[in-house]
């Protein structure tokens, strides 16, 4: 009855992780709901298999008969992920089909580092917001940008995440990404260089991920002859993460972009402050503007700055006064307030449509 649409490959993150929990809640709560994906080996939920669309032509191409099949097999909603698939909304719309948008990146034009939208794709995108029934928002930033009402929905957090059980540190610093160049990890490697020179004892520091930008990392790690102070380890399965992230003092968001990062509210679960970019969506104010601080925001030219060097070894040398209000925050965004408030907007859309018919 009701399809999620995942157009990515060779990618599991945060947006791959919400959809699948998302998948999981709809089918508890009684809605039918499968994820559409190339890749249907990589979810633990219900599946329905369809080509590889990973070029925008196929893409294209393909939404025609793909929402002929989703007609035959009666889905009723396609739930459009991210920007990625939001400019099919007319299509999956000319179908008979109701279409709901989930996205996870905040719209915006090119910007310098060359993230973003051209013109054309950005007022696309825009036009495109008009065909969907509801929208919603894992960043706050697109509420006021398209031309359509967007709910903020924020990410979420599970039960087992939590702990309230304090263990030694091993990491200053840790930052779990995938490592892709709009992470923009080489800006961690070079505030840890800087911060070394802040103090007698060596920064240690952890980068865990997986992705094309590893052998660039190596390199600029060596090249800052930093490979006593930074460990860079392959990824974990997610069972293991909560470990991972009890071995870190304080976490870190160095990205040109985010929607409202996963990794940041399961640090938060775990107790830990965070630093983050104020370009990485959401996540700039959920530590220094939502329900009191825990953490400290910067741009890229900030860690040139001995005063802004200071404030992340004082986060680091604190990181323990800010256990409970970490962990309180982060229980704020629990599946029910948040994949609840996407299960009822839905229902919704569900009786309107059967109404209808």
């Known amino acids: 009855m009701i399809c999620i649409y995942s157009p990515s490959e060779n990618i599991w993150g945060g947006g791959q992780v919400y959809i ?44 025609y008969s ?22 099919l909304a007319p299509i999956f719309k000319s179908h008979g089909i109701k279409v709901v948008a989930l996205l996870h990146i905040y719209l915006q034009k090119k910007n310098a580092a060359g993230l973003g939208y051209a013109p054309f794709e950005y007022k696309l995108l825009k036009f495109s917001s008009l065909f969907c029934d509801k929208i919603f928002s894992v960043n706050k930033e ?49 505030l840890i260089e800087r911060l070394n020179s802040q103090r007698a004892e060596p920064i240690k520091a952890l980068i865990l991920g997986r992705g094309e930008e590893r052998s660039n990392l190596v390199k600029a790690i ?31 968001i160095t990205s040109h972009h985010e929607g409202f990062a996963t990794t940041l509210l399961e640090a938060h679960a775990r107790g830990i402050p965070a630093i983050t970019t104020k370009s990485a969506g959401f996540c700039a104010e959920f530590i220094e503007g939502f329900a009191g601080v825990t953490g400290v925001s910067f741009i890229p030219r900030d860690i040139e ?22 962990i309180d925050k982060a229980k704020l965004f629990n599946e029910d307030k948040v994949l609840g408030q996407i299960t009822q907007g839905i229902e919704l859309l569900l009786i309107e449509k059967n109404k209808v018919n």
């Not at 793909?66 to 400019?87: E, P, T």
């Not at 990410?155 to 995440?161: L, R, Y």
């Not at 930074?230 to 909560?242: C, M, N």
């Open 222 to 252: 060596e090249q800052a002859g930093l490979e006593d102070s930074i460990v860079l380890q392959d990824w974990a399965d997610r069972k293991e993460l909560p470990a991972i992230y009890d071995s870190i003092k304080c976490f870190a």
């Open 20 to 63: 699948e929990y998302l998948c999981k809640y709809m089918n508890n709560k009684g809605l039918s709901t499968t994820i559409a994906t190339s890749e249907p080996e990589s979810f633990d939920c219900p599946t329905m298999k369809m080509e590889s669309v990973i070029s925008k032509k196929k893409r294209l191409l393909d939404s």
């Open 305 to 326: 700055s001995p005063k802004f060097q200071q404030s992340v070894l004082s986060l680091i040398d604190n990181a323990d006064s800010y256990y409970d209000a970490c």
């Open 142 to 190: 697109n509420v006021d940008i398209f031309p359509v009402e967007v709910d903020f929905v924020g990410n979420f957090i599970s039960p087992w995440f939590f702990s309230d059980c304090k263990v030694a540190k091993k990491y200053d610093l840790g930052i779990i990404s995938r490592l892709s160049r709009e992470k923009n990890i080489p800006l961690f490697i070079d």
């Open 66 to 87: 793909f929402a002929k099949k989703l007609k035959k097999s009666n889905i009723k909603i396609i739930v459009l992920n991210d920007l990625s698939s939001l400019w």
